[in-house]
Structure formats: C-alpha cells, structure tokens
C-alpha cells in the first residue's frame, strides 16, 4: 500500500468515532414506575400518567424514558422491583402503592420519588405535607372523614346493620390506619366490626366464609394492590355471599360492585406527571408541597343493587356521581 493511501485510510479511521458519536441517540430522562398490581389491573392509571406526560411534552421513546414494575398483587415483591430501578439509577422513581413507598424510602435518599399513597404523614414518609423534607412528594388521597364516610354510605344503603365485617390485609401498613379510623367510626355509629385478613389471593374464599359464620349484614373492603389486583374475585364473591359490600374505587364498581366511595386514581396518576415534570426541570422533592385529594366520587351499581334485594335510597342517589345501570 503507497504511503498516501494509507495515511488517508487511517485518517478516515480515525474519523468512525467521532461519526459514530455523532450519531449517538439522544439521552433521555429515565422515569421509574412501581404498580402494585398487574399492568393490566391498573392500566387506566398508568395511561393516565403517560398521557399527563405527553401533555408536558413528555413523550415515551421520543422525550422520555419509562421503566415499569408491577408487583402483581405480592407485596414480599416490591422491594425487589424497587431495588432493581434504582440500580438503572432513573432520574425520577415514581410509586403508585403505599407499600412501593415505603420501600423507596428505605432503598434511596437521593433519588426523587413521586409518590400516590394515602397517609404519607402518619406512614413516617415524609414530615408535612406542606414541607416533605428529603427526596420524596406526591400526593395524598387520605381525608379523616373518608372512612367514616363509607360506613355511613353502607349503613343508608343496608337499614339495621350492626355487624360490618372489614376485609384488610395486616401486612400493609395503610390498613392499619384505614383500621382504626373505620373503628372509630362504628363505634360512634353503634357499628360492630369483624376483621376478615387476607395476605395472598388464596385468602379471598376463607375470608368471605368467615363472614358469613360472623353474620355480617355487609362489607368494606379496604384498597391496596392485592385487593385492587383481585377485584373482580372480590365482587363476585361479595355477591355469592349476599354481602352489600363497600369500595374505595371505583373501579370494583365498574366490574359489578355495590358502591364505592373515594379518589379517582386517573385523576391521582395524572396529577402525578407534573411533580415529575418539574422534578425533570430542577425542582426539589422537598419544595414541593404534597397535594390532599379534596374531591373524592360516589359510584353506585343499580342492578347490583337489584340483584341484592336493596333499594337505594333517593338522598343516596342525588348524592351519587355517577349511576351504572
């Protein structure tokens, strides 16, 4: 090879990398997402989320990346999901479950996390809503008159009911504050509650029989990613078991349940897009107040209501945000 030729071959050699790095795809910001249930369960969330960040210019694949876990229901799995996002180092870890939280929490204390979740005070997640402190904000759904709300609700809904069984999950931290908040109410409206625990999905069947032994008139049955994940098993059974039962959401009325009071999560996920795009632009998680859900909806069944033998009251039905005939 003559000299020339081979001082222009290595020049353009030389020359690839820089070509290559040229052309190197842009990097985007990384988002992390932690469902508590299947992807499917909560895919109206989860939409509702991309499309807060499309809306913010935030495009999957185009502006931004996303990286999703989803627990399917088993909460002995989340901290695993955690710990593998925070090894992709993502700039923003979002947690659609108290338990993801919790565990977020425990995993980092650099990276910001927007958090949905109930009660973040009294979890110990953060110190205020007004002043979070640390690396986490997000918003709240707890209201202290919630609970005490649907055992209201129930009790228009099943005239003389004294005997209210509660389906919740000990191994969550939430229900135990959905627990004594729901207790405290009862007792105040001469309600008797019976506890029925449920840890895994093979609890659900046990659980209701043990309310029909326990001659409970009817059912409220707290959220959190088992019983969001099953709530379709959880419905049937309720109606199997003749049991008027109670939800926090919607969506366990939109697959056939009675009533059911509380946020709505499309709402919550969607609000939670703009903590991240600001996070995204350089503000800190602890200079972001959290956001307390202030409007929660009433949804009623009306043929589950038929099915059930009851009648629903007129005062109920003005109230009511929404009728599924």
Do not use: C
Not at 229 to 254: C, K, N, Q, W
Request: hydrophobic share 50%; glycine share 8%.
């Amino acid at each position: 090879m003559k000299r020339r030729e081979f001082i222009t071959l290595f020049a353009g050699a030389g020359m690839w990398p820089l070509a290559v790095r040229a052309q190197a795809p842009p990097k985007f910001p990384l988002v992390g997402y932690i469902g508590g249930a299947s992807r499917t369960a909560m895919a109206h969330g989860f939409e509702a989320f991309r499309e807060g960040l499309k809306e913010l210019g935030y495009i999957e694949g185009q502006t931004i990346a996303l990286e999703s876990r989803w627990a399917e229901g088993r909460a002995e799995r989340i901290p695993e999901l955690v710990a593998e996002l925070v090894g992709l180092k993502v700039d923003v870890l979002v947690t659609g479950v108290s338990s993801a939280a919790l565990a977020a929490k425990e995993a980092t204390g650099t990276i910001p996390i927007v958090m949905v979740t109930a009660d973040p005070v009294r979890l110990g997640l953060v110190a205020s809503l007004a002043r979070p402190g640390g690396n986490l904000t997000g918003l709240s759904y707890f209201n202290e008159a919630l609970l005490g709300k649907r055992v209201e609700l129930i009790m228009e809904l099943v005239p003389g009911l004294v005997r209210l069984a509660v389906l919740r999950n000990p191994l969550v931290a939430i229900h135990a504050i959905f627990w004594q908040e729901t207790e405290l109410a009862a007792r105040k409206l001469g309600v008797e509650l019976q506890p029925i625990e449920v840890r895994e999905p093979e609890d659900f069947e046990a659980a209701f029989a043990a309310a029909r032994r326990g001659n409970a008139q009817a059912l409220i049955a707290f959220d959190d990613a088992l019983t969001v994940g099953h709530r379709r098993r959880i419905v049937a059974l309720a109606a199997s078991s003749r049991l008027p039962a109670m939800y926090g959401l919607r969506e366990f009325t939109d697959d056939g349940g009675l009533i059911s009071y509380g946020p709505s999560f499309v709402v919550l996920f969607k609000r939670a897009a703009n903590f991240v795009g600001k996070i995204l632009n350089g503000a800190k998680p602890a200079d972001l107040p959290i956001e307390q859900s202030t409007t929660f909806e009433l949804v009623i069944h009306r043929k589950t209501a038929k099915e059930l033998g009851l009648t629903i009251p007129p005062t109920v039905l003005a109230r009511a945000d929404e009728v599924i005939e």
